[in-house]
């Protein structure tokens, strides 16, 4: 599946760091970034998540929630919540179901070969639940929190 911007984001129902539901219906009339990465305390994902942490406090002022979105399972994620003092949730998706309804998870390229697994991504969902943008890959992971806090100041100022 090909997520377009501009168009309804993928429905979806995952289980949150605390084992609670969420839906892509719940964070109707929000600005959500959803971040999608390979697996808890990893280096690269680590990187990302703590970006995304240190950008918070901005990120809330802004009116944006923001979702990790691995296939590690909710103890995993708590672990990693606690370790790092992530202050958002993080989903769960074993299946990879929505990962691939968000076209996170098929064919990409690692160290030169092709391999198949979460292709590192992010999509920024706007409050009509139409995605406003589709970072499709993202090359650094230490520094792609602050690209996307870049995009939101500046799509929200025109708002």
């Given at each position: 599946m090909?997520?377009?911007?501009?168009?309804a984001?993928?429905d979806?129902?995952l289980?949150?760091?605390?084992?609670?539901?969420?839906?892509?219906?719940?964070?109707?009339?929000?600005?959500?970034?959803?971040?999608?990465?390979?697996k808890?305390?990893?280096?690269?994902?680590?990187?990302e998540?703590?970006g995304?942490?240190d950008?918070?406090?901005?990120?809330?002022?802004?009116?944006?929630?923001?979702?990790?979105?691995?296939?590690d399972?909710?103890?995993s994620?708590?672990?990693?919540?606690r370790?790092?003092?992530?202050?958002?949730?993080?989903?769960?998706?074993?299946?990879?179901?929505?990962?691939?309804?968000?076209?996170?998870?098929?064919?990409?390229?690692?160290y030169?070969?092709?391999?198949?697994g979460?292709?590192?991504?992010?999509v920024?969902?706007?409050?009509?639940?139409?995605?406003?943008?589709?970072?499709?890959t993202?090359?650094?992971?230490?520094?792609?929190?602050?690209?996307?806090?870049?995009?939101?100041?500046?799509?929200?100022?025109?708002?």
């Amino acid at each position: 599946m090909s997520i377009k911007e501009g168009l309804a984001a993928p429905d979806f129902t995952l289980t949150d760091t605390a084992g609670q539901p969420v839906s892509l219906r719940d964070l109707a009339g929000r600005h959500v970034i959803l971040y999608f990465y390979p697996k808890d305390d990893t280096p690269g994902c680590t990187k990302e998540a703590c970006g995304f942490r240190d950008a918070w406090a901005e990120l809330q002022a802004l009116g944006v929630s923001v979702y990790g979105v691995s296939p590690d399972a909710a103890a995993s994620h708590q672990a990693f919540t606690r370790k790092y003092a992530l202050p958002f949730p993080l989903l769960s998706d074993p299946e990879r179901t929505m990962m691939q309804a968000y076209a996170a998870y098929g064919e990409k390229s690692m160290y030169g070969r092709k391999v198949v697994g979460v292709v590192r991504s992010t999509v920024w969902i706007d409050p009509a639940g139409q995605v406003r943008k589709h970072w499709a890959t993202v090359a650094k992971a230490e520094t792609h929190p602050a690209k996307v806090l870049e995009a939101l100041r500046a799509g929200l100022a025109d708002t």
